[in-house]
């Protein structure tokens, strides 16, 4: 079946990088759009970018252009995100989606990563 | 990019209720549109996608409509598992913009 496999949590230091990982099974992996979003606690969900697995080809929301990068392995079936010089505003839920075309619909989640920004 | 302005913000409701949430897009969209519901701890869900078609394995009690700028979700005979909070997503551009959210409780 069609997973999107999420670490629980990661604790990260202000100023500080981290990579955050959305590991596939059940699927093709280089047949669909992987999508990355995000919400804060009491607030609601944000695009932050797609990534074609394919090709490597990515699209982002222009808030998050200069504070995420998508990446691939193909040969692990992981999507990454890199996020960088975090701050307190970047602590928040991160979940990773699979898009199928036909309705551009998100039909699989991960179960997110809490990302605490935290010194 | 397109914005995405649902409302109401949150929605109280009785169980058997009918409820409609509503999201307006800045501009027409034409019919690219999908609605999430998100459970408490949990990972948002597809609910309807392109404005009006149910996603597999949801109730028929959740229906979809408009066209153009204007969409509505409508929930019928509300069930306490309807608990929720649901979205709006504009899917016709590249940014995929999401509505602020509907909160809905249980009177």
């Known amino acids: 079946q069609v997973q999107l496999q999420q670490p629980g949590a990661e604790l990260v230091k202000p100023g500080a990088s981290v990579k955050l990982s959305c590991k596939a099974s059940?699927?093709?992996?280089?047949?669909?759009?992987i999508h990355w979003v995000k919400q804060r606690p009491g607030q609601g969900l944000e695009w932050i970018g797609e990534?074609?697995?394919?090709?490597?080809?990515?699209n982002y929301n222009e808030k998050f252009k200069t504070k995420a990068t998508l990446t691939v392995d193909k040969s692990s079936t992981t999507a990454y995100m890199q996020l960088s010089s975090l701050t307190s505003e970047d602590s928040a839920v991160y979940y990773c989606?699979?898009?199928?075309?036909?309705?551009?619909?998100?039909?699989?989640w991960g179960q997110g990563t809490t990302l605490t920004v935290s010194s | 990019d397109i914005q995405m302005t649902q409302s109401p913000a949150s929605l109280s409701a009785s169980v058997g209720e009918t409820v409609t949430i509503t999201c307006g897009a800045s501009?027409?969209?034409?019919?690219?549109l999908n609605w999430y519901q998100r459970k408490q701890g949990k990972s948002p869900q597809l609910l309807i996608y392109?404005?009006?078609n149910l996603a597999d394995g949801m109730s028929s009690r959740f229906s979809g409509s408009g066209s153009g700028r204007q969409y509505s979700l409508k929930i019928s005979s509300l069930h306490p598992d309807d608990v929720a909070t649901y979205y709006c997503?504009?899917?016709?551009?590249?940014?995929?913009?999401f509505g602020a959210g509907t909160k809905l409780e249980l009177k």
């Open positions: 989606a699979r898009r199928v075309s036909y309705g551009n619909r998100f039909d699989y």
């Open positions: 059940g699927y093709t992996f280089t047949n669909y759009w």
């Open positions: 990534i074609n697995p394919g090709n490597g080809r990515s």
């Open positions: 501009e027409n969209i034409y019919g690219a």
């Open positions: 392109g404005a009006t």
């Open positions: 997503q504009n899917v016709l551009t590249t940014s995929l913009t």
